[in-house]
């Protein structure tokens, strides 16, 4: 019983520390905010509270909202 009990709270600190708030509260990323814009474009806005609390809460979360592009605005066409 101890043992699974230290699995489940291991699982759920890794799934916490792994996530990022604007991968997580962000909502869908679209493919917009996935591609990179070309030359010439203008550059992509980011959600500069999702970047503050990563920042505060957990920095490799920006890491990881860069690398899936939900820190970037949506562009609605």
Do not use: H, N
């Not at 699995?7 to 990323?29: D, E, M, N, Q």
């Not at 070309?38 to 959600?47: H, L, N, V, Y």
């Not at 999702?50 to 979360?61: N, T, Y």
Request: with cysteine.
């Amino acid at each position: 019983m101890k043992k699974s009990l230290s699995v489940v709270i291991l699982s759920i600190s890794i799934s916490f520390l792994f996530s990022s708030c604007a991968t997580v509260f962000g909502g869908r990323v679209s493919d917009l905010q996935r591609t990179k814009p070309k030359q010439g474009e203008p550059a992509r806005a980011i959600r500069g509270g999702a970047l503050v609390s990563d920042i505060l809460l957990f920095w490799p979360g920006a890491i990881v909202d860069f690398a899936t592009g939900a820190i970037y605005k949506p562009i609605i066409k």
